[in-house]
């Protein structure tokens, strides 16, 4: 008995469960048949969808009653019917046109600067920070009074127009004597090298390099002080390119820088070659042998040169013409082995530093 | 006395249900008839079927003795031919064609 009562009240849950699964099954079913009438099956599928739709009915009035079999029955002739009414609604119903609603362009606002507030926005402003009319793109307009395309803020000569020759043209000033020889240079065949009239404008050489120019040397290939430029004949010395070399040795006293009297006739020749060339610079380099000891040498040479140089400057040379150096034994010309060696390396040098 | 008008009233009530749900598959019967001869088959397919539909289920279901739901399914049998008829009568006016 108590197993029959449990054999009913399995049944009558299950019966449940069933009855839930199919109602949700005939809800389903129902909204199909809903899209299926959407889809003009009333048209294209009358019978299939009327078989589907009252089927679906039919399953609930017998869930309804309680018969879960019956209602399984219409759902599944149901199912078949709107099936076949959807598929025959896709190529019989009329084709579906959605007008879509043309949708209004947004507006997009752009605000527009204008930082320099000249009415045109930085956008198209080329000088965004500075007033200036529109035909000039928004950029102050330049004044040029010349006409020469130099602003005058900039332009030296501002009512004069630069003549663009290629001499210095963009100071903004005319340069009818670029050279500054003299010479406009409409004349001048050398109009950016200065060069007397005689040589047509152009620069004459000197080739000795004495700063005399070629035309007014008399002795171009020798150098020699102006006005002729021809060398000078020193009986002490010779004033080369590079170097016054001394016939004989500046004479000290000995292990001392004090010059000896017996050297003031070289000096003086020294002195006579410097005012014959006005312009020469002269390092007076001292040097000695290796005996003893070098610091005490490069101390000795140093003043020894120094010596030389006061004696030039008492003589009216300037200073600033003259350099002492001393050397000590680092420079020797000779072998410090022998007395004549040493001898050689125990010396004076003049050098020219420059002739300009 | 009172027994025999107790079961005379039981049986009249039985009895009720098959009558009234026969009479019912009768009209609907009818109505799909006529709906047939306007032509609903073809002008109003879909509403026949549906009529059809629903007096065959009424039959199937007073042959279960259930009266009361075959009434109701005759009933909308009924109402859906008479709908289908309508409707095939209104096509065939609009057409010229006389059914």
Not at chain 1, 260 to 270: D, T
Request: net charge negative; aromatic share 4%.
């Amino acid at each position: 008995m108590r197993h029959r009562a449990l054999v009913l009240v399995a049944l009558a849950a299950a019966s449940c469960v069933t009855s839930g699964k199919l109602r949700e099954s005939a809800t389903s079913l129902r909204a199909e048949v809903d899209k299926a009438k959407r889809s003009g099956a009333a048209k294209c599928a009358p019978k299939e969808l009327a078989l589907a739709e009252s089927n679906v009915d039919f399953a609930d009035a017998e869930l309804a009653s309680g018969d879960p079999r019956r209602a399984k029955q219409h759902l599944d002739v149901a199912e078949v019917n709107v099936t076949k009414a959807l598929d025959m609604s896709k190529t019989c119903a009329p084709t579906q046109v959605i007008i879509a609603k043309k949708e209004e362009p947004k507006a997009v606002r752009i605000e527009k600067i204008d930082t320099d507030g000249d009415g045109i926005p930085d956008i198209d402003d080329q000088c965004p920070n500075e007033p200036g009319p529109p035909e000039n793109h928004g950029c102050p307009l330049v004044k040029d009074t010349d006409g020469d395309g130099i602003p005058d803020e900039i332009d030296r000569c501002p009512l004069d127009p630069e003549d663009f020759d290629g001499w210095q043209d963009e100071d903004g000033c005319p340069d009818p004597d670029n050279d500054g020889d003299g010479i406009v240079d409409k004349n001048d065949a050398c109009p950016n090298e200065p060069g007397p009239i005689e040589n047509k404008g152009c620069p004459v050489g000197d080739k000795d390099l004495d700063g005399v120019p070629d035309n007014l040397d008399k002795c171009p290939n020798d150098p020699g002080p102006p006005p002729d430029g021809c060398p000078r004949h020193y009986s002490l010395i010779e004033v080369q390119k590079d170097q016054i070399v001394t016939k004989v040795q500046v004479k000290y006293a000995t292990a001392k820088y004090r010059v000896l009297p017996e050297s003031y006739k070289l000096l003086n020749q020294i002195v006579q070659a410097m005012n014959d060339y006005p312009k020469m610079k002269v390092l007076v380099a001292g040097h000695t042998d290796s005996r003893g000891k070098q610091a005490s040498n490069m101390k000795l040479s140093q003043r020894r040169a120094e010596s030389v140089v006061d004696y030039l400057v008492t003589k009216g040379i300037s200073q600033d013409r003259l350099q002492a150096i001393g050397y000590g034994p680092t420079q020797p010309v000779a072998s410090n082995k022998t007395n004549t060696g040493r001898a050689k390396n125990r010396r004076t040098e003049f050098k020219i530093v420059s002739m300009e | 006395m009172r027994l025999l008008s107790a079961l005379l009233v039981l049986g009249t009530l039985v009895g009720c249900g098959p009558v009234q749900s026969t009479a019912t598959l009768i009209d609907a019967e009818v109505a799909l008839e006529a709906a047939r001869t306007a032509g609903a088959r073809e002008n109003a397919a879909y509403e026949y079927a549906l009529a059809e539909a629903y007096l065959t289920k009424a039959k199937e279901t007073v042959n279960r003795a259930r009266y009361e739901s075959a009434t109701e399914f005759a009933h909308k049998a009924k109402e859906l031919a008479n709908e289908a008829r309508k409707k095939a009568a209104s096509a065939s006016n609009s057409s010229g064609a006389t059914p």
